[in-house]
Nanobody, 125 residues
Framework: QVQLVESGGDSVQAGSSLTLSCAVS????????MGWLRQAPGKEREGVAS???????MYGDSVKGRFTISMDNAKNTLTLQMSSLTPDDTARYYC???????????????????WGQGTQVTISS
């Protein structure tokens, strides 16, 4: 049974940094498709970052240069390091997985088959 459990969400001021974690159980995520997506109230779910591991990553235009996605294969954990946060980054952040993998990272929600419950990130100005 695949389970994704996010942690690390918080309420912080603009300019701060946060690191989100996603603990993966039920399969080994190494080499498979993993991603972070977010959803703000009244908005569609937005792809933030995706990875297949081994340096294969993709980022949404709004977070390029500020966010870093990475896999810790030893801990079977996905992380998202976020810096220079702005109020526009306020959203619920979801970890997503597709154990079947893919040939490149993906930001679209429809590429993912498993989802965590999400963790809230709130940025105040």
């Amino acid at each position: 049974q695949v389970q994704l459990v996010e942690s690390g969400g918080d309420s912080v001021q603009a300019g701060s940094s946060l690191t989100l974690s996603c603990a993966v159980s039920g399969y080994r995520m190494s080499g498979t498709l993993m991603g972070w997506l977010r959803q703000a109230p009244g908005k569609e779910r937005e792809g933030v970052a995706s990875t297949l591991g081994a340096g294969r990553t993709m980022y949404g235009d709004s977070v390029k240069g500020r966010f870093t996605i990475s896999m810790d294969n030893a801990k079977n954990t996905l992380t998202l390091q976020m810096s220079s946060l702005t109020p526009d980054d306020t959203a619920r952040y979801y970890c997503a997985a597709n154990p079947d993998g893919d040939w490149k990272p993906r930001l679209g929600a429809h590429f993912y088959t498993y989802w965590g419950q999400g963790t809230q990130v709130t940025i105040s100005s």
